[in-house]
């Protein structure tokens, strides 16, 4: 079964780099055809997504007005792991952040099928 963990700093400073690592067990993030990815949620605000690694190394990233330009995606394939970095925080990207894995249907749509258990992070001076 393929189980995702979070981690990184709960507390980000405004204007620095919110960091936050994926550690994957049960599935390669290598594999065809998984897509790997960062979502985000604010209280009384729908799920956010941020972007995705897939499994051939390839990213995407949101055009939200509220990320663009801000996220990259990366990974440690020797350590099964993906890494959100989102630069120039501030107290708005406070929020749950959630790592999942993905998955396209026959049709083309884009499905999470398991997250992990989200991680607090709180932009605060």
């Known amino acids: 079964q393929v189980q995702l963990q979070e981690s990184g700093p709960g507390l980000v400073k405004p204007s620095q780099i919110l960091s936050l690592t994926c550690t994957v067990s049960?599935?390669?993030?290598?594999?065809?055809?998984?897509?790997w990815s960062w979502v985000r949620q604010s209280p009384g605000k729908a799920l956010e997504w941020i972007g995705r690694i897939m499994w051939s190394g390839n990213t995407y990233t949101s055009t939200s007005p509220s990320l663009e330009s801000r996220v990259s995606i990366s990974w440690d394939t020797s350590k099964n792991q993906f890494t959100l970095q989102l630069n120039s925080v501030t107290p708005e990207d406070s929020a749950v952040y959630y790592c999942?894995?993905?998955?396209?249907?026959?049709?083309?749509?884009?499905?999470?099928?398991?997250w992990g258990q989200g991680s607090q992070v709180t932009v605060s001076a």
């Open positions: 999942a894995r993905e998955f396209q249907t026959d049709y083309g749509l884009i499905y999470p099928d398991y």
């Open positions: 049960g599935e390669s993030v290598t594999t065809d055809p998984w897509y």
